[in-house]
């Protein structure tokens, strides 16, 4: 009996342990900051990611500025249909699609809400008329 109580009281205060640790996990592993500016290639395009603000908190949406412009002449990519998918790493939080407006010529904006602290992976697919879909992918830590 006594040695039943024992494995009992172990059993609980392993599971008050394992909960605190997974309550402040945030403040035990460290996450790698956002960089000011991505950068990535997509197809024939290049893509540079801006994160307003950074890091982005999960109490309000962020700004995700985009500036696309063609790889090989730098001309920037005025007609295109640009898509962000946002899913996080860590856990499946389920995928947010949101789309960017074009706010001028090769420049656009989407608001994105990160619910959870951590490691997103944010996808931008880049369709233009006449031309196959091009995607790439930015990684942003929440905080």
Not at 15 to 36: E, K
Not at 44 to 56: C, D
């Amino acid at each position: 009996m006594r040695r039943r109580l024992f494995v009992l009281a172990l059993g609980i205060g392993f599971l008050i342990v394992i909960t605190g640790l997974a309550t402040n996990i945030d403040g035990i592993i460290p996450h790698r900051p956002t960089p000011q500016t991505q950068t990535a290639q997509a197809g024939p395009y290049q893509i540079t990611l801006q994160v307003t603000p950074n890091p982005p908190p999960t109490t309000q949406p962020s700004t995700l500025s985009l500036q696309i412009v063609r790889r090989d002449t730098q001309q920037a990519i005025a007609d295109a249909h640009v898509t962000l998918d946002s899913d996080m790493e860590a856990m499946d939080m389920g995928t947010t699609h949101v789309e960017a407006q074009m706010q001028t010529a090769g420049v656009y904006q989407a608001q994105l809400q990160f619910s959870m602290s951590g490691s997103w992976q944010v996808r931008v697919r880049i369709a233009v008329a006449e031309a196959q879909a091009e995607s790439a992918l930015f990684e942003i830590t929440a905080q």
